[in-house]
């Protein structure tokens, strides 16, 4: 019997959005957005629309970038970038190696999420804390 060996590389997605109320010219900012993301050296990327609101009220109208990098220096330069512009904003963060773990959620990311899955995040962060990767110092310091 063949054993199959499944290769599973290590990545980090990276999801950052802006608001489309506040922001004119949104197909000039996406590609902006995207040629950023290109510069860095990911690995791959897509763009999606969130909406969300109760009633006539839109709460939410966002335009959400996803990128994925393979090397964390690489990531960690991207973020800092992203911290720099004005109007994006970093969501949230996770590592990929055959299971996802989140590395870092917005306060709007966490308004959003399952009460449980907020209290599993941030108990593995406080676990976390003690040790410091590039990425997170990225996020903290900008």
């Known amino acids: 019997m063949k054993k199959s060996h499944v290769n599973i590389r290590m990545s980090f997605t990276i999801e950052v959005s802006f608001d489309l109320r506040k922001r004119a ?5 996406s590609t902006q957005t995207q040629e950023m993301a290109e510069k860095h050296g990911c690995v791959s990327h897509y763009a999606l629309h969130e909406c969300e609101g109760r009633g006539r009220v839109m709460e939410r109208n966002h335009h959400v970038f996803i990128s ?27 590592r990929e190696d055959g299971k996802v773990q989140l590395l870092y959620a917005s306060p709007r990311y966490l308004k959003r999420m ?14 976390e804390q003690a040790m410091e990767c590039p990425l997170m110092l990225a996020v903290r310091v900008g």
């Open 68 to 94: 994925e990098y393979e090397d964390i220096e690489t990531a960690a330069a991207y973020v800092r970038e992203v911290r720099r512009t004005q109007y994006l904003y970093v969501e949230s963060i996770y």
């Open 25 to 29: 010219q949104v197909s000039a900012f």
């Open 114 to 127: 399952d009460k449980g899955n907020v209290q599993a995040y941030k108990a593995s962060r406080k676990a």
